[in-house]
């Protein structure tokens, strides 16, 4: 089975400041990792995605995540944030054929 | 595409009332699945389909749920009788398991149950 950790539940931040949202994972086989975020009374939207290949995989609206097997982590990343990337995000983990497994989310609050 | 459609968005019922849920998912789509989320528990997945029939339902909580795919563009989750501890939002989700072996899902916009 696999496991998600979010470590902070809440991360302030100023505008155009940048941010670095953390996700750490356990399983025991090979995992494909997921960022989503969810907009206030949304669902959730995919913001990227790792497979395979390159573990610097970019996404939506200026957001990147570095895979690292060693640490077992997929941090989200984005070197400027605006008042719109206000929302919640969620790190998610999946094995070969299995399902989705979230995390507790990390409430992203950009102030002016 | 309109991606994955849910019905209604907002319901309020008394306790003890049915609650039936209802999602299309995304033409093509082979995977459903129904998650719940709450703020003291997150995202919780009830059940998921492949292919119209029923996978895994552990995450279905009691025998009050009960969720049905009777074709490839339709799924229902009821509630039976519904309890003021059901409020929350319930979100259902479709994918196309890529050959990799992954499943990437798109969300719906929720359904936002409060039982009163």
């Known amino acids: 089975a696999q496991s998600v950790t979010q470590l902070d539940s809440q991360v302030p931040v100023f505008e155009e400041a940048p941010v670095e949202l953390r996700c750490n994972y356990s399983?025991?086989?090979?995992?494909?990792l997921f960022w989503y975020v969810q907009y206030p009374n949304q669902g959730l939207q995919l913001l990227l995605k790792?497979?395979?290949?390159?573990?610097l995989v970019k996404g939506i609206n200026g957001f990147e995540a570095e895979f690292n097997k060693s640490q077992t982590s997929f941090h989200l990343r984005k070197p400027s944030v605006h008042i719109s990337d206000t929302a919640e995000y969620f790190c998610?983990?999946?094995?070969?054929?299995?399902?989705?497994?979230f995390g507790k989310g990390t409430m992203l609050l950009v102030s002016p | 595409d309109a991606g994955v459609i849910q019905s209604p968005r907002h319901e309020v019922t008394e306790m003890g009332q049915e609650v039936t849920l209802r999602c299309k998912p995304i033409s093509g789509h082979d995977y459903l699945f129904w998650y719940r989320q709450t703020m003291m528990r997150g995202l919780e997945l009830l059940i998921y389909?492949?292919?119209?029939?029923?996978?895994?339902d552990s995450g279905m909580p009691e025998d009050r749920f009960s969720a049905k795919m009777p074709n490839a563009s339709f799924s229902t989750l009821k509630i039976q009788p519904s309890e003021p501890r059901d409020s929350a939002v319930y979100f259902c989700?479709?994918?196309?398991?890529?050959?990799?072996?992954?499943?990437?899902?798109?969300f719906g916009a929720g359904s936002r149950l409060t039982v009163l």
């Open positions: 399983s025991s086989v090979s995992v494909y």
């Open positions: 389909f492949n292919n119209n029939v029923p996978i895994d």
């Open positions: 790792y497979l395979s290949g390159s573990t």
């Open positions: 998610a983990v999946s094995a070969l054929y299995s399902t989705l497994t």
């Open positions: 989700a479709s994918s196309l398991r890529l050959l990799s072996g992954a499943n990437v899902l798109t």
